[in-house]
């Protein structure tokens, strides 16, 4: 009995262990998670070139480090004017402020995930951010059209599938699987929405450019940006293994940042896994009480 219990203890401390493990999948920055090439961070000041206060750059902080976005005309975003939770947010005049990058998506991608903490000044067409090319179906924007907001992939559209108000924070993944139907899934404050565009399968994403906060040349955002977040895959969702939540990770992590209220917690353990440790405990506690009668 006493090699029993020794052998019930030893499976029970590594599932403990296991749980320890489980538990630890709170990141500290997306690039704690494979796939992101697109960081950009208003917070982290020394990431933002300026002059007078106007937006000259803002660098990609992603491992691949080539997204950074820039303007060099009049027509600029301002930063160190707004805050949330004590941090830098990047001002859009919802008239003509924007900035342009390269490419971060390979051309034709057709699985990948946004992520925005944005927040709207006015109800109305706006690009909180997008890459593009110069075709039909090469779009990729995440677009607020009046009071709703999803994707736009010019002409192949789905971008009526959140309502949001404005001088409201919005924290938004968005993921584009254009391999099945929906193929766009949104969370928005913690709440999940999905949709469909309107030719599904035939997103064909080009590699012209990126824009923050405009399509170049109209649709300009108004309000606050915080940070955007790109993954040039799907994350997981939890669905397949409830410890392994990407999605969740990432929420979690600009909600707590951001301090935006929206509630969202940290990835823990399935609860059979806690049970089956529980169940250990207490089945070597009645042993030992036998034991000692």
Do not use: H
Not at 260 to 286: C, D, K, Q, Y
Request: proline share 3%.
């Amino acid at each position: 009995m006493k090699v029993t219990l020794s052998i019930a203890f030893a499976c029970l401390v590594a599932l403990l262990a296991s749980v320890e493990i489980a538990e630890a999948t709170v990141i500290s920055a997306p690039t704690e998670i494979d796939g992101n090439v697109l960081w950009l961070d208003a917070s982290d000041t020394s990431s933002i070139s300026q002059s007078s206060g106007s937006v000259d750059s803002w660098t990609d902080k992603s491992t691949a480090g080539g997204g950074t976005v820039t303007n060099s005309g009049d027509n600029r975003p301002t930063t160190g004017t707004a805050t949330q939770n004590g941090l830098n947010l990047l001002s859009f005049d919802g008239a003509d402020d924007t900035l342009t990058g390269n490419a971060v998506l390979s051309a034709g991608d057709d699985t990948y995930a946004y992520f925005a903490v944005w927040f709207p000044q006015a109800e109305k067409t706006q690009v909180v951010f997008q890459q593009t090319g110069a075709g039909s179906n090469e779009r990729a924007a995440l677009l607020a059209v009046g009071t709703k907001y999803g994707f736009c992939g010019q002409y192949n559209d789905a971008y009526s599938i959140v309502p949001y108000t404005q001088r409201t924070s919005r924290l938004t993944a968005m993921q584009v699987d254009d391999t099945t139907t929906p193929n766009i899934r949104i969370s928005d404050n913690g709440i999940w929405y999905e949709g469909t565009t309107s030719a599904a399968g035939n997103l064909n994403i080009g590699t012209a450019r990126t824009n923050v906060g405009s399509q170049g040349s109209r649709e300009y955002f108004d309000g606050e940006i915080a940070e955007i977040i790109v993954f040039d895959r799907l994350l997981s969702d939890g669905s397949l293994d409830p410890t392994d939540n990407e999605l969740n990770d990432v929420l979690y992590y600009l909600d707590q940042k951001w301090n935006l209220g929206n509630g969202i917690s940290e990835t823990v353990p399935e609860p059979s896994t806690w049970v089956l440790a529980i169940i250990g405990l207490v089945a070597i506690g009645a042993y030992r009480r036998r034991r000692q009668r």
